[in-house]
């Protein structure tokens, strides 16, 4: 027994000495040396300090030996072997206990997240969470988070319900789980009924009623059975379907193409004939009133209702008044806000805080501090939400305990609440942000990563204004780079067109992906966007001087030769020379001399110019057309305003005198114009 002791301890002593041999090693960066004496004396492995040293040399980038997973290994290794047998040991400056044991794993977990997280692959996500046991609980999860997103992004791609199933049955616990059930319920949806057909919509109501798009399908259903005036789909679907949404609408139709001439007699009919119609007193109040178009109008701050034959309605007693739609408008007054029908009735008996109008039969309103949606009876469909926006792209933006989400217009989870904030959707995209930085998303479930500093909403054409790096760029709906980030403002100017701006100089830019001109041009914020381009016309400024551009980019008017000029319309230019404008022709001869000392571009063959102390409104010969002493305003381009000692007239474009004795006037919905007259009469003309 005192031999195998004595032993032990002259092993043991031998032990420590190649230990502290290979941290001598170690802190003169001989790392041959301190890796071979390391794992000699870890040949058993039950040495915690000699783990420690191969897992500093393995995690260390100065010598051949670096690789990230064995530093991983053996910092793991380490830590389980101390804290086995617990004793801290300082030798040749290094002190291994459980303080640095835990900080080298850490460092080492990290270091394997960074690789994994630059590879950005599927296997190198799986590897990680495989060998990467002991990482931290949150670096877990974002891995788990980061592999499921390129698992579903594939997924998406494939856009198959089978896919997507395997996708759902293999990550139960996926942060991506609830967009994945609604994908394949899409997916679902979208392959049973590729056809659109009535028979196809019936058939998927049937097999999948808890399917997510059960209220698209049953609107399709029913936009199928309203384009046709189909009377017996319409009663298969009131019958069938009476929960549905679209059940009132369907209803108001089957009535409108079941009862034609209101007579008492065909009323009873319908009414024995379809004992259920739920609508029988505020369809006939409804269909009564329907015919008559109501506008908002102001008088002495408070807004009421006109018709299109300018009587009085409403009387002006609200602070705010929308225009009807769906037979209801919201009306406000002292912070409350309600509906109301043509007969003016709180049509619930009820206020709100705030609310939207009605849309489908389904409106978001406010009250006791949530947000919620109410059907055309009043009743509450839909649970409570922080915030609902406003309709966009017939989608609601929403957030429910603290995360953004969407909802269609039937109430229906189009994108899941799981986003710090969501923008409006506009074909179909919208931008989130994540922390600092901004992804899209859209409505087929892709998610573009969160990595840039801004994105504007995308337009018609899938293309947003975007910020990275302190640089604006344009981006597409695939997520590509249209613009690189190199500008201090991407102005949208419609039609694809942008003008960038750099260093105080601008250029026009098409997003079809060209340059249209060079960026040398002086740049002055104070000008909107249509001041630099209108139809293809592109204004250039340099050293005070302008030209004008055409779309092919050639100078249709040179630098110097007007003082000021504006863009083609009726195929005149309105140009300044000698301080005084005149008009040319697209050969740039004088078409009407230069006389005036103020002038706008014509607009339907008119333009107003002021002549000394007169102003004017002359046609394209230059010819006046009538004149006044005091400024003329155009109203909805076609008519005009015109101050005289004897008040003010509406004139239209031959001079002729429409109105007179005009106090003050507003545009309602054009083409109707509500005019004040100083007899206190008011007057609606539709212009």
């Known amino acids: 027994?005192?031999?195998?002791?004595?032993?032990?301890?002259?092993?043991?002593?031998?032990?420590?000495?190649?230990?502290?041999?290979?941290?001598?090693?170690?802190?003169?960066?001989?790392?041959?040396?301190?890796?071979?004496?390391?794992y000699t004396s870890f040949s058993g492995k039950t040495n915690a300090p000699a783990a420690y040293g191969l897992s500093l040399i393995y995690a260390r980038r100065d010598n051949p030996f670096t690789q990230p997973d064995s530093a991983y290994k053996y910092a793991h290794a380490a830590l389980v072997l101390y804290q086995k047998t617990p004793q801290v040991l300082v030798i040749s400056g290094y002190t291994v206990d459980g303080a640095s044991l835990e900080t080298q794993l850490a460092a080492c977990v990290q270091t394997c997240y960074t690789l994994a997280l630059s590879a950005g692959s599927i296997e190198v996500w799986d590897q990680f969470l495989e060998r990467v046991t002991l990482a931290d609980p949150s670096l877990k999860w974002e891995a788990r988070y980061k592999?499921?997103?390129?698992?579903?992004?594939?997924?998406?791609?494939?856009?198959?319900?089978?896919?997507?199933?395997?996708?759902?049955?293999?990550?139960?616990?996926?942060?991506?789980?609830?967009?994945?059930?609604?994908?394949?319920?899409?997916?679902?949806?979208?392959?049973?009924?590729?056809?659109?057909?009535?028979?196809?919509?019936?058939?998927?109501?049937?097999?999948?009623?808890?399917?997510?798009?059960?209220?698209?399908?049953?609107?399709?259903?029913?936009?199928?059975?309203?384009?046709?005036?189909?009377?017996?789909?319409?009663?298969?679907?009131?019958?069938?379907?009476?929960n549905a949404s679209q059940a009132n609408e369907a209803w108001k139709l089957l009535f409108s193409l079941s009862v034609r001439?209101?007579?008492?007699?065909?009323?009873?009919?319908?009414?024995?004939?379809?004992?259920?119609?739920?609508?029988?007193?505020?369809?006939?109040?409804?269909l009564q009133m329907s015919s008559k178009r109501f506008l908002v109008f102001r008088h002495d701050d408070m807004y009421g209702y006109i018709d299109t034959n300018g009587i009085i309605q409403i009387a002006p007693q609200y602070d705010a008044a929308s225009g009807f739609k769906e037979e209801l408008a919201l009306v406000s007054r002292n912070d409350s806000v309600w509906f109301i029908n043509k007969l003016n009735e709180n049509v619930f008996q009820q206020s709100f805080e705030d609310a939207f109008g009605f849309n489908a039969g389904v409106?978001?309103?406010?009250?006791?501090?949530?947000?919620?949606?109410?059907?055309?009876?009043?009743?509450?469909?839909?649970?409570?939400?922080?915030?609902?926006?406003?309709?966009?792209?017939?989608?609601?933006?929403?957030?429910?305990?603290?995360?953004?989400?969407?909802?269609?217009?039937?109430?229906?989870?189009?994108?899941?609440?799981?986003?710090?904030?969501?923008?409006?959707?506009?074909?179909?995209?919208?931008?989130?942000?994540?922390?600092?930085?901004?992804?899209?998303?859209?409505?087929?479930?892709?998610?573009?990563?969160?990595?840039?500093?801004?994105?504007?909403?995308?337009?018609?054409?899938g293309i947003a204004v975007v910020r990275k790096s302190s640089g604006f760029g344009l981006l597409d709906c695939n997520g590509r780079i249209v613009l690189e980030t190199l500008y201090d403002q991407v102005l949208e100017a419609g039609n694809g067109l942008y003008i960038l701006v750099k260093d105080n100089h601008y250029g026009f830019y098409s997003a079809e992906g060209c340059f249209l001109s060079a960026m040398e041009f002086d740049y002055l914020k104070e000008h909107p966007v249509a001041y630099y381009?209108?139809?293809?016309?592109?204004?250039?400024?340099?050293?005070?001087?302008?030209?004008?551009?055409?779309?092919?980019?050639?100078?249709?008017?040179?630098?110097?030769?007007y003082e000021d000029c504006g863009f083609f319309n009726d195929d005149l230019l309105r140009v300044k020379k000698k301080k005084k404008y005149g008009f040319v022709d697209r050969k740039l001869q004088?078409?009407?001399?230069?006389?005036?000392?103020?002038?706008?571009?014509?607009a339907d063959s008119i333009a107003l110019v002021k002549k000394g102390d007169a102003y004017e409104a002359i046609d394209v010969l230059g010819r006046t057309i009538f004149k006044s002493d005091s400024k003329m305003e155009r109203l909805l381009n076609r008519f005009f305003i015109v101050e005289t000692q004897q008040g003010k007239l509406l004139m239209d474009k031959k001079g002729r005198v429409l109105l007179e004795q005009i106090e003050q006037y507003q545009v309602l919905e054009p083409p109707y114009v509500l005019f004040s007259l100083k007899n206190g009469e008011i007057k609606l003309l539709k212009l």
Request: aromatic content about 16%; proline content about 3%.
């Open 363 to 461: 409106a978001p309103v406010k009250r006791n501090g949530t947000w919620k949606f109410i059907n055309r009876q009043g009743q509450v469909i839909s649970p409570d939400y922080e915030e609902i926006n406003e309709l966009s792209d017939n989608l609601y933006v929403l957030k429910t305990k603290g995360q953004y989400g969407a909802l269609d217009r039937f109430g229906q989870s189009r994108v899941e609440a799981r986003y710090e904030y969501l923008g409006n959707f506009n074909s179909g995209i919208a931008s989130y942000r994540e922390g600092e930085k901004y992804g899209f998303v859209n409505l087929r479930g892709y998610v573009h990563k969160a990595e840039f500093d801004w994105i504007s909403d995308f337009n018609e054409s």
């Open 590 to 602: 004088v078409a009407i001399p230069y006389q005036y000392t103020w002038a706008e571009d014509f």
């Open 147 to 242: 592999r499921d997103e390129l698992e579903f992004n594939e997924v998406i791609k494939g856009n198959h319900s089978l896919k997507t199933l395997g996708f759902l049955n293999t990550h139960p616990q996926s942060a991506f789980y609830g967009e994945a059930v609604q994908l394949q319920q899409r997916q679902i949806y979208e392959e049973m009924c590729a056809n659109k057909s009535a028979e196809e919509y019936k058939r998927f109501l049937k097999l999948h009623p808890n399917n997510s798009m059960r209220n698209t399908a049953l609107e399709n259903l029913y936009g199928i059975y309203r384009n046709t005036n189909d009377v017996n789909g319409l009663v298969f679907f009131v019958k069938q379907y009476p």
């Open 1 to 38: 027994m005192f031999v195998l002791l004595f032993l032990g301890t002259v092993l043991k002593a031998q032990m420590n000495k190649t230990l502290k041999h290979g941290y001598e090693a170690l802190c003169i960066f001989d790392y041959f040396k301190a890796k071979a004496l390391f």
């Open 261 to 286: 001439s209101y007579s008492d007699e065909e009323l009873i009919r319908f009414l024995a004939m379809y004992p259920g119609f739920p609508l029988r007193n505020t369809i006939l109040k409804e």
């Open 533 to 561: 381009l209108q139809n293809a016309w592109f204004r250039l400024l340099k050293n005070k001087t302008m030209a004008l551009m055409d779309a092919n980019g050639a100078l249709r008017v040179n630098y110097g030769v």
